[in-house]
Protein backbone atom coordinates (compact mmCIF):
# COMPACT_ATOMS: atom_id res chain seq x y z
CA UNK A 1 0.00 0.00 0.00
CA UNK A 2 1.83 2.85 -1.12
CA UNK A 3 -0.56 5.55 -0.03
CA UNK A 4 -0.25 7.80 -3.37
CA UNK A 5 -4.20 8.02 -4.62
CA UNK A 6 -5.32 9.43 -7.61
CA UNK A 7 -9.16 10.46 -9.14
CA UNK A 8 -10.43 9.86 -11.08
CA UNK A 9 -9.96 6.19 -12.20
CA UNK A 10 -10.94 6.39 -15.72
CA UNK A 11 -11.79 9.39 -17.30
CA UNK A 12 -13.11 10.14 -21.34
CA UNK A 13 -13.01 13.53 -22.86
CA UNK A 14 -13.33 14.98 -25.97
CA UNK A 15 -10.78 16.56 -28.51
CA UNK A 16 -9.69 20.53 -27.54
CA UNK A 17 -11.63 20.08 -23.87
CA UNK A 18 -9.91 20.73 -20.65
CA UNK A 19 -9.09 17.51 -17.88
CA UNK A 20 -8.00 17.77 -14.52
CA UNK A 21 -6.39 14.74 -12.54
CA UNK A 22 -6.02 14.97 -9.02
CA UNK A 23 -3.41 13.38 -6.42
CA UNK A 24 -2.82 12.94 -2.95
CA UNK A 25 0.79 12.50 -1.73
CA UNK A 26 1.61 10.00 0.88
CA UNK A 27 1.97 11.25 4.05
CA UNK A 28 5.53 12.75 4.60
CA UNK A 29 6.49 13.39 1.25
CA UNK A 30 6.65 16.66 0.02
CA UNK A 31 7.22 16.59 -3.15
CA UNK A 32 5.28 15.52 -6.06
CA UNK A 33 5.86 14.20 -9.69
CA UNK A 34 3.13 13.22 -12.89
CA UNK A 35 3.65 10.66 -15.68
CA UNK A 36 2.15 10.06 -18.57
CA UNK A 37 2.66 6.40 -19.73
CA UNK A 38 1.26 5.72 -23.56
CA UNK A 39 0.34 2.12 -24.06
CA UNK A 40 3.62 -0.07 -23.79
CA UNK A 41 6.25 2.43 -23.05
CA UNK A 42 7.79 3.58 -19.91
CA UNK A 43 6.62 6.46 -17.70
CA UNK A 44 7.67 9.81 -19.56
CA UNK A 45 8.27 12.98 -17.05
CA UNK A 46 5.85 15.44 -16.74
CA UNK A 47 6.80 17.65 -14.41
CA UNK A 48 7.66 18.16 -10.97
CA UNK A 49 6.42 20.18 -8.07
CA UNK A 50 8.24 20.59 -4.62
CA UNK A 51 6.60 23.53 -1.94
CA UNK A 52 4.05 24.58 -4.18
CA UNK A 53 6.37 25.17 -7.12
CA UNK A 54 7.38 23.30 -10.49
CA UNK A 55 10.65 21.96 -9.78
CA UNK A 56 11.71 20.50 -13.14
CA UNK A 57 9.61 19.58 -16.50
CA UNK A 58 9.85 16.85 -19.15
CA UNK A 59 9.36 17.48 -23.03
CA UNK A 60 5.63 18.40 -22.86
CA UNK A 61 4.31 21.48 -24.01
CA UNK A 62 2.46 24.25 -21.95
CA UNK A 63 -1.22 23.15 -22.17
CA UNK A 64 0.01 21.03 -19.08
CA UNK A 65 0.00 21.96 -15.83
CA UNK A 66 -0.42 21.84 -12.42
CA UNK A 67 -0.57 22.94 -9.36
CA UNK A 68 0.53 21.53 -5.68
CA UNK A 69 -1.38 22.97 -2.51
CA UNK A 70 -0.39 23.71 0.89
CA UNK A 71 -1.29 19.79 2.18
CA UNK A 72 1.37 18.46 -0.86
CA UNK A 73 -1.50 16.75 -3.33
CA UNK A 74 -1.72 18.23 -6.88
CA UNK A 75 -3.36 18.85 -9.88
CA UNK A 76 -2.41 17.93 -13.27
CA UNK A 77 -4.19 19.97 -15.86
CA UNK A 78 -4.42 19.70 -19.69
CA UNK A 79 -5.86 21.71 -22.11
CA UNK A 80 -6.96 21.56 -25.40
CA UNK A 81 -6.65 17.73 -25.54
CA UNK A 82 -5.36 15.87 -28.46
CA UNK A 83 -6.04 12.39 -29.48
CA UNK A 84 -2.31 11.52 -28.42
CA UNK A 85 -3.03 12.55 -24.73
CA UNK A 86 -4.95 9.10 -24.46
CA UNK A 87 -2.36 7.32 -21.66
CA UNK A 88 -2.58 6.90 -18.20
CA UNK A 89 -1.30 9.73 -16.07
CA UNK A 90 0.94 8.16 -12.86
CA UNK A 91 0.85 10.62 -9.89
CA UNK A 92 4.55 9.82 -7.78
CA UNK A 93 5.45 11.30 -4.23
CA UNK A 94 8.42 11.19 -2.77
CA UNK A 95 10.69 13.76 0.05
CA UNK A 96 12.98 15.87 -0.84
CA UNK A 97 15.59 17.26 1.12
CA UNK A 98 19.02 18.54 0.81
CA UNK A 99 20.68 15.80 -0.66
CA UNK A 100 17.72 15.76 -3.52
CA UNK A 101 14.92 13.95 -4.12
CA UNK A 102 14.55 9.84 -3.30
CA UNK A 103 12.34 7.04 -4.28
CA UNK A 104 9.24 7.65 -5.20
CA UNK A 105 6.20 6.11 -4.47
CA UNK A 106 3.55 5.53 -7.70
CA UNK A 107 -0.31 5.94 -7.44
CA UNK A 108 -2.45 3.65 -9.28
CA UNK A 109 -2.94 6.23 -12.11
CA UNK A 110 -5.77 7.68 -14.31
CA UNK A 111 -6.43 6.29 -18.03
CA UNK A 112 -7.38 9.16 -19.71
CA UNK A 113 -9.02 8.55 -23.51
CA UNK A 114 -9.62 11.58 -25.44
CA UNK A 115 -11.60 10.80 -28.39
CA UNK B 1 20.33 13.01 -25.50
CA UNK B 2 20.34 11.67 -22.42
CA UNK B 3 18.36 8.42 -21.95
CA UNK B 4 17.97 5.02 -20.11
CA UNK B 5 18.17 1.89 -22.20
CA UNK B 6 16.82 -1.03 -21.55
CA UNK B 7 18.07 -3.86 -24.07
CA UNK B 8 15.19 -6.30 -24.12
CA UNK B 9 11.38 -5.53 -24.79
CA UNK B 10 10.15 -9.04 -24.20
CA UNK B 11 11.70 -11.93 -22.14
CA UNK B 12 9.91 -15.64 -21.72
CA UNK B 13 11.43 -18.19 -19.59
CA UNK B 14 10.39 -21.09 -18.16
CA UNK B 15 9.83 -21.38 -13.49
CA UNK B 16 13.43 -21.66 -12.17
CA UNK B 17 15.22 -20.51 -14.67
CA UNK B 18 17.49 -17.16 -14.11
CA UNK B 19 16.39 -13.43 -14.88
CA UNK B 20 19.38 -10.83 -16.50
CA UNK B 21 17.56 -7.39 -17.47
CA UNK B 22 19.95 -5.04 -18.98
CA UNK B 23 19.69 -1.04 -18.00
CA UNK B 24 22.07 1.67 -19.24
CA UNK B 25 22.30 4.97 -18.75
CA UNK B 26 24.01 8.12 -20.15
CA UNK B 27 23.77 10.41 -17.61
CA UNK B 28 27.86 11.75 -16.46
CA UNK B 29 27.69 12.51 -12.79
CA UNK B 30 26.44 11.23 -9.45
CA UNK B 31 22.83 9.40 -10.61
CA UNK B 32 20.34 7.58 -8.11
CA UNK B 33 19.24 4.51 -9.74
CA UNK B 34 15.95 1.97 -9.18
CA UNK B 35 14.17 -1.05 -10.72
CA UNK B 36 10.54 -0.67 -10.34
CA UNK B 37 7.75 -3.59 -11.54
CA UNK B 38 4.24 -3.71 -12.91
CA UNK B 39 2.62 -6.69 -11.84
CA UNK B 40 -0.64 -7.05 -14.25
CA UNK B 41 -3.40 -4.57 -12.77
CA UNK B 42 -1.27 -3.23 -10.11
CA UNK B 43 0.83 0.02 -9.95
CA UNK B 44 4.96 0.42 -10.37
CA UNK B 45 6.22 -0.66 -7.06
CA UNK B 46 10.00 -0.05 -5.75
CA UNK B 47 12.02 -3.12 -6.07
CA UNK B 48 15.19 -1.56 -5.34
CA UNK B 49 17.21 1.42 -5.45
CA UNK B 50 21.04 2.30 -5.41
CA UNK B 51 22.00 5.56 -4.24
CA UNK B 52 25.94 4.81 -3.42
CA UNK B 53 27.76 2.62 -1.13
CA UNK B 54 28.17 -1.34 -2.23
CA UNK B 55 26.99 -1.56 -6.03
CA UNK B 56 25.71 -4.84 -5.01
CA UNK B 57 21.82 -3.60 -4.08
CA UNK B 58 19.80 -6.18 -3.04
CA UNK B 59 15.70 -5.69 -2.77
CA UNK B 60 12.57 -7.25 -2.60
CA UNK B 61 11.71 -10.77 -4.03
CA UNK B 62 14.99 -11.73 -4.18
CA UNK B 63 15.78 -9.58 -6.60
CA UNK B 64 19.41 -7.64 -7.08
CA UNK B 65 20.97 -5.51 -8.83
CA UNK B 66 24.78 -4.43 -9.87
CA UNK B 67 25.69 -0.78 -10.30
CA UNK B 68 28.72 -0.60 -12.48
CA UNK B 69 29.87 3.14 -13.18
CA UNK B 70 32.54 2.11 -15.60
CA UNK B 71 29.79 0.86 -17.71
CA UNK B 72 26.79 3.10 -16.74
CA UNK B 73 24.97 0.10 -16.30
CA UNK B 74 22.76 -1.18 -13.58
CA UNK B 75 21.41 -4.44 -14.27
CA UNK B 76 19.08 -6.22 -12.56
CA UNK B 77 19.34 -10.35 -11.56
CA UNK B 78 17.43 -13.22 -9.81
CA UNK B 79 18.85 -16.32 -9.96
CA UNK B 80 14.96 -18.39 -9.97
CA UNK B 81 12.45 -16.83 -11.30
CA UNK B 82 8.66 -17.57 -10.41
CA UNK B 83 5.58 -17.41 -12.27
CA UNK B 84 4.32 -14.72 -10.11
CA UNK B 85 7.51 -12.70 -11.30
CA UNK B 86 5.14 -11.83 -14.49
CA UNK B 87 5.58 -8.40 -14.89
CA UNK B 88 6.88 -5.39 -16.54
CA UNK B 89 10.66 -4.24 -15.49
CA UNK B 90 11.41 -0.48 -15.49
CA UNK B 91 14.67 0.88 -15.40
CA UNK B 92 15.02 4.66 -13.98
CA UNK B 93 17.52 7.26 -13.02
CA UNK B 94 17.03 10.37 -11.25
CA UNK B 95 19.00 13.32 -11.14
CA UNK B 96 19.81 14.59 -7.32
CA UNK B 97 19.59 18.69 -9.23
CA UNK B 98 16.33 18.74 -10.24
CA UNK B 99 14.76 15.53 -9.73
CA UNK B 100 14.34 14.31 -13.28
CA UNK B 101 13.00 11.12 -13.04
CA UNK B 102 14.00 9.18 -16.49
CA UNK B 103 12.80 5.54 -17.09
CA UNK B 104 13.20 2.94 -19.17
CA UNK B 105 10.73 1.72 -21.70
CA UNK B 106 10.28 -1.26 -19.76
CA UNK B 107 10.92 -5.04 -20.27
CA UNK B 108 8.23 -7.21 -20.35
CA UNK B 109 8.56 -10.52 -18.76
CA UNK B 110 6.79 -13.81 -18.92
CA UNK B 111 7.52 -17.01 -16.84
CA UNK B 112 5.96 -19.58 -18.16
CA UNK B 113 5.05 -22.48 -15.39
Known amino acids: ETGVTQSPTHLIKTRGQQVTLRCSSQ?????VSWYQQALGQGPQFIFQ???????GRGNFPPRFSGLQFPNYSSELNVNALELDDSALYLC??????????????FGPGTRLTVT | AQSVSQHNHHVILSEAASLELGCNYS??????LFWYVQYPGQHLQLLLK??????LVKGIKGFEAEFIKSKFSFNLRKPSVQWSDTAEYFC???????????FGAGTQVVVTP
Open chain 2, 27 to 32: YGGTVN
Open chain 1, 49 to 55: YYREEEN
Open chain 2, 92 to 102: AVILPVGGKFQ
Open chain 2, 50 to 55: YFSGDP
Open chain 1, 27 to 31: SGHNT
Open chain 1, 92 to 105: ASSSTGTSGTYEQY
